[in-house]
Structure formats: structure tokens, C-alpha cells
């Protein structure tokens, strides 16, 4: 009896306690919006924010109450955009497909080191100690964070430089939010050219630090026919609105900063 009066006590307690709850599951249920839980099945799950908004729960909150655009889920691409226009009743629009692109050559090969850092192996964390151990104080800090946060293994870090796979790049922003340097950048797919260099120092002391860094020339602003390219704080700047992708900027800078791109939208490798 000793045994059993205890038992019996904690079995009743128990059975009431999930009454209450069945109870209150039912008076106080949340009702659920269908139409919410059916668009956020469309979307790839990757929070990543790149529609604007907080996630894809709010994606999905903010399509569920209409006026906002079904095409704005970049991992997603094309077809999120078409399963979420079918269900919304209106045209899924093209969605830019576009791809994170770091804007540094430096790492191991091309620039050197300041000092030797011993202490927590994170960009985050190098950044601390006098804007990192590299040479150039602009460039790429070479712990992967970008790496470790890209949900598609589409950053590797080779030669103290992180470096973009193109072809699994869904274009997330993920590493773009992540790099303490603010080094990269989410570029169209259909963009050949870009300023492979973030350093605003002046030439003399950029090409000390890195052998391909922009010395601020203005050789490349000086050619393009079109404007797109002007030299501001001492870094070569492009205008994708203006650019034709003509590559006269490319032929005569002569560090190589400014280089062609490889992207899914015209090549099929890194």
C-alpha cells in the first residue's frame, strides 16, 4: 500500500494535468492561416533574408497578406517564385539569378602578413587585433568564416582566401552578412567583370601590401567608353547599370584587379 498510494497519486495527477492541456489546446488554439502554411512549403527553408524580410516564415507572412512579390526568394529561384504565384493567382515575374563574389586576391599567394596571430581561428575574431594579421588591412582574413555559414559548401578557403564556387552558389547573402571586412559582394549572373580589390589606401602602400590590389590608376576609367568605372578613395569602382561588359577595363589595369567572372549564367566552373 505504501507503494501504491503514491503511484495511483502521480497516475491521477498525470491524467489530469493532460486533460488541462487537451482542454486548452482546443479553447485556446491559434487558428492557422492555410494559405501561409502553403506558401512557406514553396520557399527553400534558408533564412537567409534575402528577400527583405525576417526569414522565410516572414516571406511567407507578408505573401499570405498580399501586395508583395512572389519573385523575391533568390535560393529559391524560378521555381519557388512559380509554385508561390500559382498559389497567390498572379505572375511569378523573373527572379535575377545572382552570386556572392569576394572582392580580394591577396591571401597567401599574392600578399603577405603583418604578424603571426595565435588566438581564436575565426575572421571574427582576427578582425580584432588591428583590422586582421594580413599585410593589406582591406583583405580577406582567411578563417572561412563565409565558409562555415554557406549553406551549400559553395565558399572554400584555398591559400588564406576564401573563393566562391559558382555553380553552387544559391545567392543566399549568407557570407555577405558574415564577412567582418565586408569583402563580399551578391553580383548578377550575368555580370563579366568586377574590381577584385576592396583596399582604399593609397597605390603606394596597396601594392606594398598586395601584388594585385587597385593602386587607383584610373587607367580603367580612363577607357571605358561608357563610364561605368570611376576611381573613388582610391579604389576603382563599376557601374553594372552602364557597363557592357566590353572587358576594355580588364585589358589595361596592370595589377589584374579588375578581372573577368565566372558564373553559372556563362560558364560551367569556377
Known amino acids: 500500500m505504501e507503494i501504491l498510494i503514491p503511484v495511483v497519486a502521480v497516475t491521477v495527477i498525470g491524467l489530469l494535468a493532460a486533460g488541462m492541456l487537451v482542454a486548452a489546446s482546443k479553447f485556446m488554439a491559434v487558428p492557422v492561416d492555410e494559405k501561409f502554411t502553403q506558401l512557406r512549403e514553396c520557399l527553400p527553408g534558408a533564412n537567409c533574408g534575402a528577400c527583405g524580410y525576417a526569414g522565410c516564415d516572414g516571406y511567407a507572412q507578408a505573401l499570405s497578406e498580399g501586395g508583395v512579390k512572389p519573385n523575391l526568394c533568390v535560393p529559391g529561384g524560378a521555381g519557388a517564385a512559380a509554385k508561390v504565384a500559382a ?17 580580394c586576391q591577396g591571401g597567401c599567394v599574392h600578399s603577405g602578413k603583418k604578424c603571426d596571430y595565435a588566438g581564436i581561428p575565426t575572421c571574427a575574431a582576427v578582425n580584432l587585433m588591428f583590422a586582421g594579421d594580413g599585410a593589406c588591412s582591406y583583405g580577406c582574413l582567411g578563417c572561412g568564416d563565409c565558409a562555415h555559414v554557406c549553406p551549400n559548401q559553395a565558399i572554400t578557403v584555398i591559400d588564406g582566401l576564401a573563393r566562391v564556387i559558382p555553380p553552387r552558389c544559391s545567392g543566399c547573402g549568407l557570407c555577405v552578412k558574415t564577412c ?33 590590389g587597385c593602386i587607383g590608376c584610373k587607367k580603367c576609367e580612363k577607357t571605358c567608353p561608357n563610364g561605368a568605372i570611376s576611381v573613388v578613395n582610391n579604389l576603382a569602382r563599376m557601374d553594372p547599370a552602364r557597363c557592357t561588359q566590353c572587358g576594355a577595363c580588364a585589358e589595361v589595369c596592370p595589377t589584374g584587379a579588375l578581372r573577368t567572372l565566372v558564373y553559372p549564367a556563362h560558364a560551367s566552373g569556377s
Open 180 to 212: 567582418p571586412n565586408h569583402l563580399i559582394r551578391l553580383l548578377p549572373a550575368s555580370q563579366r567583370f568586377a574590381v577584385s580589390c576592396s583596399s582604399e589606401d593609397k597605390g603606394v602602400i596597396t601594392k606594398k601590401a598586395c601584388s594585385t
Open 87 to 103: 498559389i497567390l493567382g498572379v505572375e511569378a515575374g523573373d527572379v535575377e539569378t545572382v552570386a556572392a563574389f569576394v572582392a
